[in-house]
């Protein structure tokens, strides 16, 4: 398996991508086509005594940055290594494209470039979350801060297709994110979404509160990107300030420091659990070919981590899972 590497998107680019790269090619037996201005790979390879095994490099002269508009990629940015990884995967150089870029030139450059599968009206971005136990999908996490009812439609069957086949959740439950558990709750969005997943080709168990979301009451948290956008961030917040004021609480006095030399073990270990890092980012569900976005910060550790499941998005066949329950909901509503 070859997956395509942006070498120079994300705030630690390009050391510690390499680092993320030379540990997945050592650790998942994979082959890497790296994008960017090759004479900086290799000077910053060399200099920190990092292998080039396996990996290919492919000239991209410009760098798209964080401040930039994500339609630059098709015009004044068009020779970043972020579109040239998107070209590359639509060409069939690679099996998938993993970039801690842009996050909205990657949605669009995804639109644009690698395109959509036939049938889906909108990509998500769709980060993986920690919860009480286990982890959780939320889609759309801020691709499209407008949607229609049948773009929550076809979320909630995305999500369930990648929970499945590559997170390994049997029957995931799909939840739709509302202001209350009633069927009757939400806006106009909520309620027509709310009738369309009933019918769905998915294991739907209703509303749910933003509350319950950390308690394990859903798989695949389906809203619209505003939403969603709004949920992702004030989750990773609260995290970050939870596990700050704990530490704060263990350091402030030497009775709090031996306490904490107590439960060092059992704090690491939940330090792990809460950790959004673990699980690397999140895929551009709905793109034609599979896309995955690294986290922004992310570090080598990370960035391996998204290249594992960048794998096993690939190996689950994901893309074509996704096309074959939309064909078969378009034939039920025909028969219909």
Do not use: W
Request: aromatic share 6%.
């Amino acid at each position: 398996m070859k997956i395509i590497v942006d070498a120079f998107g994300g705030d630690n680019a390009p050391l510690e991508i390499l680092k993320g790269c030379e540990m997945a090619v050592k650790e998942l037996d994979i082959d890497i086509l790296l994008t960017g201005q090759e004479a900086v790979i290799r000077k910053v390879a060399a200099e920190n005594g990092i292998s080039l095994d396996r990996m290919e490099i492919a000239e991209a002269p410009d760098v798209i940055t964080m401040d930039d508009s994500p339609k630059s990629i098709m015009k004044e940015k068009s020779q970043c290594s972020l579109a040239e990884g998107l070209r590359r995967l639509a060409a069939g150089d690679g099996d998938a494209f993993v970039s801690s870029g842009n996050s909205g030139a990657l949605v669009f450059g995804a639109n644009m470039i690698v395109k959509r599968i036939r049938g889906v009206k909108r990509v998500a971005f769709a980060p993986v979350l920690p919860k009480d136990e286990g982890f959780f999908m939320l889609i759309d996490g801020g691709a499209n801060v407008e949607c229609r009812p049948e773009m929550l439609q076809q979320f909630g069957m995305m999500g369930a297709a990648y929970m499945e086949h590559v997170m390994g959740v049997p029957n995931p439950r799909v939840a739709l994110a509302n202001v209350g558990t009633e069927d009757h709750k939400g806006g106009e969005l909520q309620l027509e979404s709310f009738a369309l997943l009933q019918k769905s080709p998915v294991n739907f168990i209703g509303n749910i509160e933003a509350r319950d979301i950390p308690v394990d009451a859903g798989d695949v948290i389906v809203c619209d990107g505003f939403t969603g956008n709004v949920i992702l961030k004030l989750y990773e917040g609260v995290a970050m300030t939870v596990m700050k004021k704990i530490k704060g609480i263990f350091t402030s006095s030497l009775k709090n420091k031996l306490a904490a030399a107590m439960v060092l073990g059992d704090m690491k270990v939940l330090k792990k659990q809460m950790d959004y890092n673990e699980y690397g980012g999140a895929p551009i569900m709905g793109a034609a070919k599979p896309v995955f976005k690294a986290h922004g910060s992310a570090k080598a550790q990370t960035f391996k981590n998204a290249l594992r499941l960048t794998k096993a998005y690939v190996e689950g066949d994901v893309v074509r899972k996704i096309t074959e329950s939309l064909q078969t909901m378009k034939g039920e509503g025909e028969q219909a």
